[in-house]
């Protein structure tokens, strides 16, 4: 006799971490389901190789439209798919545009969680079901920083829309927990990176740049701050944090990293030279890329998830930057294919 698969529903699952997330989930016999937003072009790519394997292991992935700004289509989600775990991925993740988009950054990352909690917390009241939460917690929250390494006992002091967004959707999360006793964990997550990075985020946009500028697409790459320190891992492994956070008897919040810091010179310096390149050659400071609140250094202490999520990163620093260099050579080789083809 089959059990009944565990139902999971991703916010976000279009996104790096939702994409990775999905990918675990469905290879640990998940029914998963996901939260889209209805555009006029499609969004999936990142999750578009995952059809191939579901009909291969005959494991289900449903996408629903939605919004985090829609708390009822929220709550109707929520008691269409009746879920055992939920994680909340979805935010307007971008540090700089939320200092040009505050409020609607504000909307979907910090009252959008709240909305989300609320759907939750009702259809455990009406139904008995009792749903586990995941909140997408962020290292930004910590922005000006009064001790190094962060911990989950560092006060926060966020430095942009974003980082108080976060910080509203993190303490609204530990509220629940508290006030009504819903099992809700929060991962406060350092940088993490992959080849699924958006090409607008500094790491990605590192080695795109560089990919391109070997093979002559490119000739300069602008950035803001080089000296700003993070702690950057491979979202591939972070994910796997937020999974076993769900499957503690308590909830609790654990902070995710990798324990090193490198500046985004040491990123640029690795990237080009991969390529056997001079990053000096080629990349130059533009100030309209630094940020109105600059924070300088991420550091995490990854002790707690460590001793007691069993958690740790697998993939080095070195590791996650030629996995990004060598995707994007590739992504870079098939535009020059096509440049040649078009003349």
């Not at 675990?24 to 209805?38: C, P, Q, S, W």
């Not at 499609?42 to 394997?53: A, N, P, V």
């Not at 292991?57 to 829609?70: E, F, I, T, V």
């Not at 533009?286 to 109105?292: I, K, N, S």
Request: aromatic fraction near 10%; include cysteine.
């Amino acid at each position: 006799m089959t059990s009944t698969p565990k139902r999971a529903f991703i916010t976000g699952i279009t996104g790096q971490d939702g994409s990775y997330l999905a990918e675990l989930l469905l290879a640990k016999g998940y029914e998963v389901h996901g939260l889209i937003r209805r555009s006029s072009t499609f969004s999936t790519e990142r999750i578009d190789h995952l059809y191939q394997d579901i009909h291969a292991l005959n494991r289900p992935l449903s996408l629903h439209y939605g919004d985090m700004a829609d708390g009822n289509c929220l709550s109707r989600l929520i008691g269409q798919i009746d879920p055992h775990e939920v994680y909340n991925l979805a935010a307007q993740s971008h540090v700089r545009v939320s200092f040009d988009q505050p409020t609607y950054t504000a909307d979907v990352t910090a009252v959008g969680t709240l909305r989300l909690l609320e759907a939750i917390r009702d259809h455990r009241d009406r139904t008995g079901r009792a749903v586990r939460f995941y909140q997408a917690s962020s290292s930004e929250m910590y922005g000006k920083v009064r001790e190094t390494p962060q911990t989950e006992d560092t006060p926060f002091h966020p430095r942009s829309p974003y980082a108080v967004a976060k910080v509203y959707a993190h303490w609204a999360t530990v509220n629940y927990r508290e006030a009504y006793g819903l099992h809700a964990s929060c991962g406060i997550l350092f940088n993490h990176e992959s080849p699924r990075r958006g090409e607008t985020f500094v790491t990605r946009k590192i080695t795109r740049a560089a990919t391109r500028i070997k093979l002559g697409l490119q000739e300069k790459l602008f950035l803001g701050n080089l000296d700003a320190k993070r702690d950057w891992g491979f979202a591939g492994d972070f994910v796997e944090a937020m999974w076993l956070m769900l499957q503690q008897e308590e909830p609790d919040d654990y902070v995710v990293a990798t324990g090193e810091t490198h500046t985004v010179r040491e990123f640029c310096e690795k990237a080009f030279g991969r390529l056997d390149l001079n990053y000096e050659d080629y990349v130059e400071v533009d100030p309209r890329y630094f940020r109105p609140a600059e924070v300088d250094l991420l550091l995490g202490s990854p002790s707690k998830s460590k001793a007691y999520l069993g958690w740790q990163p697998r993939c080095s620093f070195d590791g996650l930057v030629n996995k990004m260099i060598d995707s994007d050579l590739n992504l870079a080789k098939q535009e020059q294919l096509i440049q040649h083809a078009t003349g």
